[in-house]
Every structure is written in structure tokens, then in C-alpha cells.
């Protein structure tokens, strides 16, 4: 069976330093993956989806970047955090083509910076 | 541009009871497929039940099920025998079902309050 993984599952980060959050997909070849965002309370922002590695497609221009250096990987980075980039961030995954076609979330980062 | 509209930012239900949600859509498309999910205070998301437009029959899983209206572009959730466990976020979702589509397209959420 499919399983995503996402790490760390908490982050507390000073203004200006640095972000990496991972996401790793088991069970399953070339997915269509997805980074979201979250603010408490709210609904779900897309930042980037990637439909193959090192295919990365932007939905909002921002202080983040997305790379996807395996099948089954997709990273959200940043090379200086600001206030604003606090919230929870949550990792999918679909098929990209055929069977199921609803997305598969991972348990989430929470992510606050002082 | 597809858009999802959920206008109950909050409800309530008595334990037992039975509440709907409600999700309208707005779509040139006709094909498609529409979600709603559940994202109790984990933040964990989990798919509640899926609904393929081109099926007239509406969706049913255990408790749940979906009130699928194409023409009115509306997919409302009901759920029967309320319990506490059900006490969540829910969010309606819609994918088109064109090849080369990878996104899916949120409604900002209905807040769901069991009470006991």
C-alpha cells in the first residue's frame, strides 16, 4: 500500500534562517505531488505541484522554492524565513493517470517563525 | 477559472442527529470529479467519500453520503447517526478529469461541531 511521509512533524525557526521540509512517497511510481500550506483555520493554499522530477509548477510567487530530485521526493525550501511563512504545511500525492484520483495527504509540518 | 464555494463556515449537529453540508461548484466543465474530505484537530487529511460526475448515482460510504446535483452544480454532504468522532473540518474539493489536469480545487471548509 501507498504510505507519504512527511518530516519534521513540528519546526520552530527564527526570521531570516533557512527551511527545508521533506516529503517522501512510498507504494507508488511518478505521482503527481503537492505542497500545501495552511493557516489555522483556514483552507488549503497550493504553493507548487511537480508532475515529474525536476518538473516544479509555481501557484504563488513567494519566499518559498520546491525541487523534486526523486521520483518520490519533494522538498519545500527557503533560503531566508519571514513571519509570514508560519503555518502548517501539508505534502499530497495522486496518480497521474488512471485509478483513484483523489489526493493523498501526508500528516503535516507545522511550521513557526519567531 | 473552476471555483468551490463551502457557505457554512460552521455547523452544528446533535450527537445522533443528522447534518448536511453544503458545496457548490462552478465549472464549464462536464466531466469531472468532486471530494469531500475530513480534517479532524490531527490535521490529518482523509478522503470521506468521491463522487465521479458522469455518474448519476449518488455516492454513499457507511454514514455518509453526497447529495449530487450536476445541473445545479451543487455536492452537498449528509451525515447520518452523527457521532463525536465526526467533529472535524470538512473541505469539498473538484479535479478535472482533462489529461495534462493535476490540480485540485479546495473550498475553504465547513467547521463541524458534534455535540454531545
Known amino acids: 500500500s501507498q504510505t507519504i511521509h512527511q518530516w519534521p512533524a513540528t519546526l520552530v525557526q527564527p526570521v531570516g534562517s533557512p527551511l527545508s521540509l521533506e516529503c517522501t512517497v512510498e507504494g507508488t511510481s511518478n505521482p503527481n505531488l503537492y505542497w500545501y500550506r495552511q493557516a489555522a483555520g483556514r483552507g488549503l493554499q497550493l504553493l507548487f505541484y511537480?508532475?515529474?522530477?525536476?518538473?516544479i509548477s509555481s501557484e504563488v510567487p513567494q519566499n518559498l522554492s520546491a525541487s523534486r530530485p526523486q521520483d518520490r521526493q519533494f522538498i519545500l525550501s527557503s533560503k531566508k524565513l519571514l513571519l509570514s511563512d508560519s503555518g502548517f504545511y501539508l505534502c499530497?500525492?495522486?496518480?497521474?493517470?488512471?485509478?483513484?484520483?483523489?489526493?493523498?495527504f501526508g500528516p503535516g509540518t507545522r511550521l513557526t517563525v519567531l | 477559472a473552476q471555483t468551490v464555494t463551502q457557505s457554512q463556515p460552521e455547523m452544528s449537529v446533535q450527537e445522533a442527529e443528522t447534518v448536511t453540508l453544503s458545496c457548490t461548484y462552478d465549472?464549464?466543465?462536464?466531466?469531472?470529479?468532486l471530494f469531500w474530505y475530513k480534517q479532524p484537530p490531527s490535521r490529518q487529511m482523509i478522503l470521506v467519500i468521491r463522487q465521479e460526475a458522469y455518474k448519476q448515482q449518488n455516492a454513499t460510504e457507511n454514514r455518509f453520503s453526497v447529495n449530487f446535483q450536476k445541473a445545479a452544480k451543487s455536492f452537498s454532504l449528509k451525515i447520518s447517526d452523527s457521532q463525536l468522532g465526526d467533529a472535524a473540518m470538512y473541505f469539498c474539493?473538484?479535479?478535472?478529469?482533462?489529461?495534462?489536469?493535476?490540480?485540485?480545487?479546495f473550498g475553504t471548509g465547513t467547521r463541524l461541531k458534534v455535540l454531545a
Open positions: 499530497a500525492w495522486s496518480v497521474s493517470a488512471g485509478g483513484l484520483n483523489e489526493q493523498f
Open positions: 511537480s508532475v515529474g522530477i525536476g518538473q
Open positions: 474539493a473538484y479535479r478535472r478529469t482533462t489529461s495534462g489536469t493535476y490540480k485540485y480545487i
Open positions: 465549472t464549464s466543465e462536464s466531466d469531472y470529479y
